[in-house]
């Protein structure tokens, strides 16, 4: 018999078709009645498949006393309950890996577009504007800092892009590692230092609004903040006011607190250049983190090997 599983995000069809081909999916995402649904098939439920940013309320898997699994169709697993999950011996997985070099490129973009204003240029070419004057001179970025704020896989993923542009790298996180950037053991202090601030760290408590106004008036006049991990690790408001104030340079964000709604201060202004949380969205990568995703229910009721389980439950 096919396991039932609960879907709480919106899925591509290249992962929801080959998911509906092997389980019974309930579709908690697009339920009018989300109550209704739970009592009628709560019981039965053995998987849940959710998106990188999907909140999962404890009382959701509470109404779940079967559930086993659950599959993240994403590398960020900031909206599970972590500690609850294990505490009820539930399997975590995600989709790292496959989505590493997206991401680091998009992180590259934003460094590109906002260091050498590429977006601002391009819409003065739009606007007819470069018939009337030359655009304005930017900022070289060979010899620059960049400072990364959590290098995991993809902290050195982006590391790698921006060394390969002549730029220099220091970055912070629990330890130090094994890797030839500068190690700086405070956020401030490496927002002090760099030019560039990327924030490439998990969501999640642990790491929410840590980029406060402090590491924002740290980073100062001559420092820029690229974000392509969580919107929750940035203290918005503040950003903001870092922005409005000129005390910042500029800032690149792929991710916000609240998507896909935007603080209207933040797309008035010309220091910022705004993405619609398109790191991994590439059609290669969506398509190898949906395999995953399913390969990841797949092994768990099949034969329960290569789970791809999250660090903490390891
Ligand atoms: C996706 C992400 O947008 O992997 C993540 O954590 O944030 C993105 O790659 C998202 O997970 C799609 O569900």
Known sequence: MQPDIIVTAPLPPFLYDPLKADYRCHDYYQAPDK?????????TIRGL???????????????????????????????VPVAYCK???????????????????????????TGRGFV????????GEWEKRNPELTTKLAGRKV??????????????????MGMKVAYTGRNPQQVPY???????SLAAAVD??????PGGPATRNIVNAEVLAALGRKGTLINIARGSIVDEPALIEALQAGAIKGAGLDVFADEPHIP??????????????????????????????????????????TLTLIAELE
């Not at 539930?90 to 998009?106: E, G, H, I, M, S």
């Not at 560039?196 to 760290?201: E, P, R």
């Open 49 to 79: 498949v959710q998106g990188g940013g999907t909140v999962t309320p404890t009382t959701l898997l509470d109404a779940l006393p079967r559930l086993e699994i659950i599959s993240v169709f994403g590398v960020g697993y900031d909206g």
């Open 196 to 201: 560039f601030l990327v924030v490439a760290c």
């Open 120 to 127: 601002r240029v391009n819409r003065f070419v739009h606007s």
């Open 147 to 164: 400072g990364i704020l959590g290098l995991g896989r993809i902290g050195k993923a982006i590391a790698q892009r921006v060394v390969a």
């Open 35 to 43: 109550p209704g649904l739970l009592a009628a098939n709560g019981a």
């Open 264 to 305: 209207a201060p933040l797309g008035a202004m010309d220091s910022v250049v705004l993405l619609p949380h398109v790191g991994s969205a590439t059609r290669e990568t969506r398509q190898a983190m949906g395999d995953l995703c399913k390969a990841n229910l797949d092994a768990w009721f099949g034969e329960k090997k």
């Open 87 to 113: 505490q009820r011996g539930l399997k975590v997985t995600n989709t790292p890996d496959v989505l590493t070099d997206d991401v680091a490129d998009v992180a590259l973009a934003l460094i590109l577009m």
């Open 182 to 188: 500068e190690y700086i053991g405070d956020l401030k």
